[in-house]
């Protein structure tokens, strides 16, 4: 599965910013959708921590850090997920990958940078 995220940028702490990524592909049911980031200083495939993940038909999870202040969506019929991203803090500053997993096989977006200045 291939994975194409955008909508990363800067903002200033209390701004919103909406994140996109579409999946094309070989794309089976049911999987996961979702957003991990990682953040500045973290080396490369080390770091990542879950924002939001969203199955198909299933129950949405966030991490504590962004609950009341993200939202994930998806759309299964455009095989895409969207997180919106509000309230953000300069802790949210991060690289935030697409994820996408069917069973036992996991994919990433190439990431796109989120920088919120203080």
């Known amino acids: 599965v291939q994975l194409v995220d955008s909508g990363g940028g800067s903002v200033q702490a209390g701004g919103s910013l909406t994140l996109s990524c579409a999946a094309s592909?070989?794309?089976?049911?049911?999987?996961?959708m979702g957003w991990y980031r990682q953040p500045p200083g973290s080396g490369p495939g080390s770091g990542r921590e879950?924002?939001?993940?969203?199955?198909?038909?299933?129950?949405?999870k966030y991490a504590d850090s962004v609950k009341g202040r993200f939202t994930i969506s998806r759309d299964n019929a455009q095989n895409t997920v969207e997180l919106q991203m509000s309230g953000l803090k300069p802790g949210d500053t991060a690289i935030y990958y697409c994820?996408?997993?069917?069973?036992?096989?996991?994919?990433w977006g190439r990431g796109t940078q989120v920088t919120v200045s203080s």
């Open positions: 994820y996408f997993r069917h069973r036992s096989t996991a994919d």
């Open positions: 592909g070989n794309i089976f049911r049911p999987n996961d």
């Open positions: 879950l924002v939001a993940i969203t199955p198909t038909g299933g129950i949405t």
